[in-house]
């Protein structure tokens, strides 16, 4: 059974910063991509960054420049370094992984979400 582990949200004042962490465990055969989403309230959800096997990464335009996503790919985890918080930051963070597992079918996970809460 694979599983996700989302961790590192919190409550972080504006100008701030915060580490959001996913961790994918389990019968995998490799991950292709791991994202990260959010999901402000009364929002959509949206693409915040994401990072390929080959370490080519992707971001939001709102958040280009003050966060980071880079992997760990001996551990199976992904991190985002999120610098210069806005209030505008605050959503549920989600962690998504697309794999390939044992039975190398290719499949995705869901993260149970993470909430980051920036105040002004």
């Known amino acids: 059974q694979v599983q996700l582990v989302e961790s590192g949200g919190g409550l972080a004042q504006a100008g701030g910063s915060l580490r959001l962490s996913c961790a994918v465990s389990?019968?995998?055969?490799?991950?292709?991509?791991m994202t990260w989403y959010r999901q402000a309230p009364g929002k959509q959800r949206e693409l915040v960054a994401n990072?390929?096997?080959?370490?080519?990464?992707n971001y939001a335009d709102s958040v280009k420049g003050r966060f980071t996503i880079s992997r760990d790919n001996a551990k199976n985890t992904v991190y985002l370094q999120m610098n210069s918080l806005k209030p505008e930051d605050t959503a549920v963070y989600y962690c998504?992984?697309?794999?390939?597992?044992?039975?190398?079918?290719?499949?995705?996970?869901w993260g149970q979400g993470t909430l980051v809460t920036v105040s002004s």
């Open positions: 389990g019968s995998i055969f490799s991950i292709k991509t």
């Open positions: 990072t390929t096997s080959r370490t080519v990464t």
């Open positions: 998504n992984a697309s794999y390939y597992d044992i039975l190398y079918r290719y499949l995705e996970l």
